[in-house]
T-cell receptor
Framework: AQSVTQPDIHITVSEGASLELRCNYS??????LFWYVQSPGQGLQLLLK??????LVQGIKGFEAEFKRSQSSFNLRKPSVHWSDAAEYFC????????????FGTGTRLKVLA | NAGVTQTPKFRVLKTGQSMTLLCAQD?????MYWYRQDPGMGLRLIHY???????AKGEVPDGYNVSRLKKQNFLLGLESAAPSQTSVYFC??????????FGPGTRLLVL
């Protein structure tokens, strides 16, 4: 069965520091992988996605993620965090064929210290 | 171009009451989804639709019904609300193989 694990419930970083949010997935075939961000009281916005090809993908707002098949991971990174990045981040896996739905991780809430 | 809209934004129900949440999209997507979001549990799929007139169960369908009579609308119904259905409900459209676009959410409190 598909599953997504985000092991960090909360992360706190200082503004300007680097950031890495972890995501591990379980899926038998090549998955579609996504990172979404949710600001307080808002819906989800797509940061980036991986379908195939280059395993390092660039997204909006200066974020990037690297797909590592051997580790079943798709970690999100940003070299320098801004206060406006404080939000909740969700990793999601989509089936590559057959089913039509995502499986979301439980989310990581990011706090940024000034 | 409004994208995905949800009505209402917030609602308080008493146990046993019924209500319908409306999702509307102007993006011409075939696929539409209803999720619920609860603290520490991420988003869980309630029901989804792959086209007008079709619906299917997701991960947590019990206590909910849906209808997709028009391509642009996806309705989520609660026939007899329970406190366990207190949640934030999100509608989305778009294919898994591409991107899902989310509405702003509906906050539901069941007393």
């Amino acid at each position: 069965a598909q599953s997504v694990t985000q092991p960090d419930i909360h992360i706190t970083v200082s503004e300007g520091a680097s950031l890495e949010l972890r995501c591990n997935y379980s899926y038998g075939a090549t998955p579609y992988l996504f990172w979404y961000v949710q600001s307080p009281g808002q819906g989800l916005q797509l940061l980036l996605k991986y379908f195939s090809g280059d395993t390092l993908v660039q997204g909006i707002k200066g974020f990037e993620a690297e797909f590592k098949r051997s580790q079943s991971s798709f970690n999100l990174r940003k070299p320098s965090v801004h206060w406006s990045d404080a939000a909740e981040y969700f990793c999601a896996v989509g089936a590559s064929s057959g089913t039509y739905k995502y499986i979301f991780g439980t989310g990581t809430r990011l706090k940024v210290l000034a | 171009n409004a994208g995905v809209t949800q009505t209402p934004k917030f609602r308080v129900l008493k146990t046993g009451q019924s209500m319908t949440l409306l999702c509307a999209q102007d993006m011409n997507h075939e696929y539409m989804y209803w999720y619920r979001q609860d603290p520490g549990m991420g988003l869980r799929l309630i029901h989804y639709s792959v086209g007008e007139g079709t619906t299917a169960k997701g991960e947590v369908p019990d206590g909910y019904n849906v209808s997709r009579l028009k391509k642009q609308n996806f309705l989520l119904g609660l026939e007899s609300a329970a406190p366990s259905q207190t949640s934030v409900y999100f509608c989305a459209c778009g294919r898994v193989q591409e991107t899902q676009y989310f509405g702003p959410g509906t906050r539901l409190l069941v007393l």
